[in-house]
């Protein structure tokens, strides 16, 4: 079974500072979403990564595909208690699955 | 409004009694998705169905049931809920499942947070 291991699960920070998130899999992806999820609601689409090294920013936010294609990252630049949430990346190994990591939930306080 | 619509929000049963956890999508895709989300475990895969009368297995699929006797619905049965089934449910769907390829956009429920006594 593959595996995607996010880290860290768990972040609490003030508002304004920068922040990074990690995917991370033995296993070569054909492609690689960002979801955030907040509370009493389902996973939102941010962004699909599909070529290695590819760089893709989302206002603050920057996705970034690693080289080989097996790990993912997402940078938040000035933090906002808006991107408060869990965050999902979710990778696809060419079959008809969508493998979710194990989560990272982001706190920012104001 | 497209949307993806889960019923019930919140229940709370005793182990045995038989329950359905209904999905309906008003967007006329092709394929729909059960997962369940356990802290700790991101989100895993029940059940998902590629179109009308096909329905595959995903990660866990013990101890549930599915059918997709039309497009726009696809049903979770608990025939018998235990307390380790005891989690957040999320039904998604999508317009069609593209092989090899990064267009896969899934839009998701609100969840249905299920207590198995």
């Known amino acids: 079974t593959q595996l995607l291991e996010q880290s860290p699960q768990f972040l609490s920070i003030q508002e304004g500072e920068n922040l990074t998130v990690y995917c991370n899999s033995s296993?070569?992806?054909?492609?690689l979403q960002w979801y955030r999820q907040e509370p009493g609601e389902g996973p939102v689409l941010l962004v699909t990564?599909?070529?290695?090294?590819e760089v893709k920013k989302l206002k603050r936010l920057t996705f970034q595909f690693g080289d080989a294609r097996k790990d993912s990252s997402l940078h938040i630049t000035a933090a906002q208690p808006g991107d408060t949430g869990l965050y999902l990346c979710?990778?696809?190994?060419?079959?008809?699955?969508?493998?979710f990591g194990t989560g990272t939930r982001l706190q920012v306080f104001p | 409004e497209a949307q993806v619509t889960q019923n019930p929000r919140y229940l709370i049963t005793v182990t045995g009694k038989k329950l359905t956890v209904t999905c309906s999508q008003n967007?006329?895709?092709?394929?729909m998705s059960w997962y369940r989300q356990d802290p700790g475990l991101g989100l895993r895969q029940i059940y998902y169905?590629?179109?009308?009368?096909?329905?595959d297995k995903g990660d866990v699929p013990e101890g549930y049931k599915v059918s997709r006797k039309e497009k726009r619905n696809f049903p979770l049965i608990l025939e018998s809920p235990s307390p380790n089934q005891t989690s957040l449910y999320f039904c998604?769907?999508?317009?069609?499942?593209?092989?090899?390829?990064?267009?896969?956009?899934?839009?998701f429920g609100a969840g249905s947070r299920l207590t198995v006594l």
């Open positions: 998604a769907s999508t317009i069609k499942w593209y092989f090899f390829s990064g267009a896969n956009v899934l839009t």
């Open positions: 296993s070569v992806f054909s492609s």
């Open positions: 990564v599909v070529t290695g090294g």
């Open positions: 979710a990778g696809a190994w060419d079959t008809d699955k969508l493998i």
């Open positions: 967007m006329n895709h092709e394929y």
């Open positions: 169905s590629m179109n009308v009368e096909v329905t």
